[in-house]
Nanobody, 124 residues
Framework: QVQLVESGGGLVQAGGSLRLSCAASERAFSNYAMGWFRQAPGSGREFVATISWTGYRTYYADSVKGRFTISRDNAKNTVYLQMNSLKPEDTAVYYC?????????????????WGQGTQVTVSS
């Protein structure tokens, strides 16, 4: 059974940085796109970033463009989310997910495996 485990969340001040990691127990990890989503208190889950299986194509939500960077290391079965210039509105539980294909997608319905989530809290 495929498992995704997020780590790297925590409490930071506005303007600070965090790097989230998502480790996958998947032999064919490199054959699928990966994504990051987040869910703030009282809100639905929203798209953050996605990356193709090769790492050559990436897409970001408008709210994080220029501040967040998604990357992956297929040899380590790990995807990352570097978050810079954090804002209080970035506070949420962040989830990584594995897509059903090689192509990046913004639709959470296209992701078949989800991690447990890691809390990110940005103080003002």
């Amino acid at each position: 059974q495929v498992q995704l485990v997020e780590s790297g969340g925590g409490l930071v001040q506005a303007g600070g940085s965090l790097r989230l990691s998502c480790a996958a127990s998947e032999r064919a990890f490199s054959n699928y796109a990966m994504g990051w989503f987040r869910q703030a208190p009282g809100s639905g889950r929203e798209f953050v970033a996605t990356i193709s299986w090769t790492g050559y194509r990436t897409y970001y939500a408008d709210s994080v463009k220029g501040r967040f960077t998604i990357s992956r290391d297929n040899a380590k079965n790990t995807v990352y989310l570097q978050m810079n210039s954090l804002k209080p509105e970035d506070t949420a539980v962040y989830y990584c997910a594995k897509a059903r294909s090689l192509n990046p997608t913004l639709d959470e319905a296209d992701y078949g495996v989800w991690g447990q989530g890691t809390q990110v809290t940005v103080s003002s």
